[in-house]
């Protein structure tokens, strides 16, 4: 039976757009936007992007005036630093009645450039600070909101490999509507209306994925790997509180789910910036040659003034913070986690 959503949008032909778009295709037509016509053209003429097949029914497209006329599910799958001017550009096409579920993981400054979080006395709070679900708000008319959060490497989603996601949303109609047309033999869909913990365990998981990285970049062990994985775990459940969710989305499959799949797989952007820069390269070198945003750079250096400003014990993202923008040495940094006064394992149920 085709979903009454038929087609569906995805906005942002990037890894994860397009191995979603694969992915409604088996129970929808889609139409994917990219900004670029050659990226366009190339799909729509060889139906292939990013050296995978494109589904026969994923139709490509610059235009965000026909998307919105032609889709009233919506997916933006874009990098956090862009999300908002997109969003912008998208809004005077969108209606209330249209349903949009965002599948990006990082955060977005309000008021604030990003270059702006190094200047000396800067107070950022929760108030400074939006997820994509309120970017949609603040920016549309669009009053049902959803977001994917959940263990989705595009790499592996593209080869065919079996998988699961989570739909966050304060509506019922949205996460069915996601359900509707992502379930499939290979791909299941849960949903919690919990979407401000699913969003905030999408974005912080990104930040412990950095630092398995560089143990896997040093050549280290299972035993370092897991204790980093739970402590970290503990971390994005503390920062999770301070900025208004509870524990339990941290507990399923878009926190932990996700948080195991992203600090293990060399697939993940994240894990291959931090193994990169424990192998000598800089971050700035890594940035300029890595084909896209690795999301866990940018949460670093927001969540890093976000502890500082509520007194956060947080001592895996503050060594994270040192090695990536201070150039502090790795083996210091391993050094003083090994060595920091943890007084009990699980403190935060």
Do not use: W
Not at 41 to 63: K, Q, Y
Not at 194 to 213: P, T
Not at 255 to 272: C, E, H, K, P, Q
Not at 306 to 330: Q, S
């Amino acid at each position: 039976m085709t979903p009454s959503f038929n087609p569906v949008g995805v906005l942002g032909a990037g890894s994860f757009g397009t191995a979603v778009a694969n992915l409604l295709a088996y129970n929808v037509d889609v139409l994917l936007f990219s900004r670029k016509q050659e990226t366009v053209d190339a799909i729509n003429r060889n139906h292939t992007h990013l050296g995978v097949a494109i589904s026969a029914r994923v139709t490509a497209t610059s235009d965000l005036a026909e998307l919105a006329r032609l889709c009233t599910l919506i997916m933006p799958i874009v990098p956090s630093n862009s999300f908002r001017s997109m969003f912008k550009a998208l809004a005077p096409h969108l209606r209330p009645h249209h349903i949009i579920i965002h599948g990006t993981k990082g955060f977005d400054l309000d008021g604030y450039e990003e270059s702006d979080l190094d200047q000396p006395g800067l107070v950022l709070t929760r108030a400074n600070v939006r997820t994509m679900s309120e970017v949609v708000r603040e920016e549309s008319s669009v009053v049902r909101v959803g977001c994917l959060s959940g263990p989705n490497l595009a790499a592996e989603i593209m080869a065919g490999q079996p998988a699961a996601t989570l739909v966050g949303s304060r509506f019922r109609e949205v996460i069915q509507a996601g359900q509707a047309v992502l379930n499939s033999p290979k791909f299941h869909v849960f949903g919690s209306y919990d979407i401000l913990g699913a969003e905030l365990a999408g974005a912080l998981k990104n930040i412990i994925a950095l630092g398995s990285g560089v143990i896997g970049g040093l050549g280290l062990g299972r035993n370092i790997q897991g204790l980093l994985i739970a402590r970290g775990l503990a971390e994005m459940v503390y920062f999770g509180k301070s900025l208004g969710a509870s524990s339990h989305a941290f507990i399923g499959v878009a926190g932990i789910g996700d948080l195991v799949a992203t600090s293990t797989s060399t697939s993940s952007r994240n894990y291959t910036f931090g193994s990169r820069l424990a192998r000598g390269e800089t971050a700035a070198q890594i940035r300029e040659t890595m084909p896209e945003l690795a999301e866990g750079v940018r949460t670093l250096h927001i969540a890093h003034q976000l502890a500082r400003n509520y007194k956060l014990h947080v001592p895996i993202t503050t060594m994270l913070y040192g090695v990536v923008f201070e150039d502090y040495p790795i083996e210091k940094a391993l050094e003083y986690l090994m060595t920091y006064p943890y007084a009990v394992d699980v403190d935060f149920l």
